[in-house]
């Protein structure tokens, strides 16, 4: 239901006059439309007996859509009255808006942990039959790069243009990008998905390193207490952990160290205007030139492992060819869609509540994990990996508290 409000203000006609009759007594009536806007000024001459005349007569024509205008007499001039329809629900139409927009951001949200734990389980059942890191990370960069492409040339998202200055500034953040997803996927194949992604939750003690040692930024007294339930947990759950070896614990702690530089690097090398990309068109490119770097390091590591031979000898250890290429497919689809989805969250919510929220996705995968997998976890190792993603949790609070000012 909607109910009528008259709304008085200087403005053009919507509608082009119909008759060239400029006479100031012209009737009101009869041709409205002929009258010229009003000036500001024009608004303080009207008396109150015009001003009641007026909305007698806006009432007597209500069925009348259009806006009017109703001469001056006095200036020659003219204001503009409007029958505005005033909406009785936009009370309930602000909380229709608030909630569609909690359901769109609840939606993403699931994707984005849906998404990472379909990568997390089927990256690992695909490195346990197909031992061979650097081919598989090649080809899940190479299926992003594929989706990229497609996106630029579909105009579902603008081909941003690149300078000389910002591929300086991008190939090395794309070397360090290219390190970390390969030794995570290294990790990945030698110990379990919920050690890995505890191991992961140091990512918060390398920024603070790394911010001091290259940007020279030191840390609050909160950001350090945070890191402390951090490391003493990742180190209760590795101690206790099952599945531990060496190369999967060294792997997982270096793809720390090369995410948290590129965050840092980043910041540094990308700092004038000319050379800022936006997230995803940045995220885009570095995927791109790591899927170039990658392929023939994959083959020099790992030679071509796309024979018939090689897919056969995964396919005897529990996978068949055609389930091998579909995990495989799928995996690169969702490595590169769910790191899509959390930096359009990212445009959606405050930097800490996305935080917040890449800590909770930290705990699904590992407790999904866990259940998939039947992963063996122990009271102690349970306790580690609580305290240690506690510590992830209060860091993004405290990365996020502004100290009080000084006193003068």
Known sequence: MQSAALALYPSTPFFKPLNKNTNPRYSPVSDLSSLKPLDLSSIHGLSCQKACYLSSWSSFNARIPESFLVSNGRYDDSFKVREALVPENIGETKDSSGLSRTLQLGAMFAIWYLLNIYFNISNKQVLKVYTFPATVTAFQLGCGT???????????????????????????????????????????????????????????????????????????????????????????????????????????????????????????????????????????????????????????????????????????????????????????????????????????????????????????????????????????????????LTGVFLYSKAKRMKPKPKAA
């Open 146 to 388: 594929l989706m990229i492409l497609i996106m630029w040339a579909s105009n579902l998202y603008h081909r941003p243009k690149l300078s000389r200055s910002q591929l300086a500034a991008i190939i090395p953040l794309a070397v360090i990008h290219t390190l970390g997803n390969l030794l995570t996927n290294v990790s990945l194949g030698q110990v379990n998905v919920s050690f890995t992604h505890t191991i992961k939750a140091m990512e918060p003690f390398f920024t603070v390193l790394f911010s001091v040692l290259f940007l020279g930024e030191w840390p609050t007294l909160w950001i350090l207490s945070s890191l402390i339930p951090v490391v003493g947990g990742v180190a209760l759950a590795s101690f206790t952990e099952v599945s531990f070896n060496w190369i999967g614990f060294c792997s997982a702690m270096a793809s720390n160290v090369t995410n948290q530089s590129r965050n840092v690097l980043s910041k540094k090398f990308m700092v004038r205007k000319e050379d800022t990309l936006d997230n995803i068109n940045l995220f885009s490119v570095i995927t791109i030139i790591s899927f170039i770097l990658l392929v023939p390091t994959a083959i020099l590591l790992e030679g071509f492992k796309f024979t018939p031979s090689y897919l056969q000898s995964a396919a005897n250890q529990g996978l068949n060819v055609k389930e091998l290429c579909i995990r495989s497919l799928l995996t690169g689809f969702c490595f590169h869609s769910y790191q899509q989805v959390s930096y359009m969250i990212l445009q959606m919510v405050s930097p800490v509540t996305h935080s917040v929220g890449n800590c909770v996705k930290r705990v699904v995968v590992i407790v999904s994990s866990v259940i998939f997998f039947q992963t063996p976890v122990s009271p102690i190792n349970s306790l580690g990996t609580a305290v240690a």
